[in-house]
């Protein structure tokens, strides 16, 4: 399963774009990539997934090279609401056994 | 639709102790997953299941085990009891209709677990 490398911890300030980058330099041509969301005290909460060029949602969007050997989460406008730990996960389809890192912890300021 | 829901809470248990964690949902999924999370670690996967009657290990099943008689529900026991599964575990289920939907899971909200 390809390893993945996050930044730590990142702050911001309400309103701007936040820009959260995970390396997975050993990614598979079969693997995925998803990002998921935990406020303190919750479950994770599922954000995007994709295979490669751009995808978005109503929440965020996720940006994936030509070479799939990064991945940049966008989070448009933030809000002190945003303030939470934030994953990026590879892997394969159908493979149940997803690998959670240590996460990037965002801090939004106001 | 409550979603997954997860009890206790909290739980205090002294060493050798043995418990069971709850979850059930009620969102008609076929795959459930249990995960434990150490403080400021990522989570890692304990057991997981497939189907009612189909459980697997994952990463870390050592002192724990599963079963799965429903679709709805998927207890956790932890048998003997020790300091190192002092944890916050997470219950997670996900639908099967599509490859890509075991990466979408959905998560209770949790359950924290000390032992002493």
């Known amino acids: 399963l390809a390893k993945t490398t996050q930044p730590i911890s990142m702050d911001s300030y309400e309103g701007q774009e936040v820009n959260i980058t995970c390396s997975h330099n050993?990614?598979?041509?079969?693997?995925?990539i998803t990002w998921y969301q935990q406020f303190p005290s919750q479950g994770p909460r599922f954000i995007i997934q994709g295979y490669k060029t751009k995808v978005t949602n109503e929440v965020a969007s996720l940006f994936i090279p030509a070479d799939r050997k990064s991945s940049t989460l966008s989070l448009p406008r933030v809000s002190l609401s945003d303030t939470a730990v934030y994953y990026c996960l590879v892997g394969p389809i159908s493979n149940y056994q997803l690998i959670w890192g240590a996460g990037t912890k965002l801090i939004i300021k106001p | 639709n409550a979603g997954v829901t997860q009890t206790p809470k909290f739980r205090i248990l002294k060493i050798g102790q043995s418990m069971t964690l709850q979850c059930t949902q009620d969102?008609?999924?076929?795959?459930m997953y249990w995960y434990r999370q150490d403080p400021g670690m990522g989570l890692k996967l304990i057991y997981y299941?497939?189907?009612?009657?189909?459980?697997d290990k994952g990463e870390v099943p050592n002192g724990y085990n599963v079963s799965r008689s429903t679709t709805e529900d998927f207890p956790l026991r932890l048998e003997l009891a020790a300091p190192s599964q002092t944890s916050v575990y997470f219950c997670?289920?996900?639908?099967?209709?599509?490859?890509?939907?075991?990466?979408?899971?959905?998560f209770g909200p949790g359950t924290r677990l000390t032992v002493t």
């Open positions: 050993n990614i598979a041509t079969n693997d995925y």
């Open positions: 299941s497939v189907g009612a009657g189909i459980t």
């Open positions: 997670a289920s996900s639908y099967s209709g599509t490859p890509l939907s075991v990466y979408e899971q959905y």
């Open positions: 969102m008609n999924h076929n795959y």
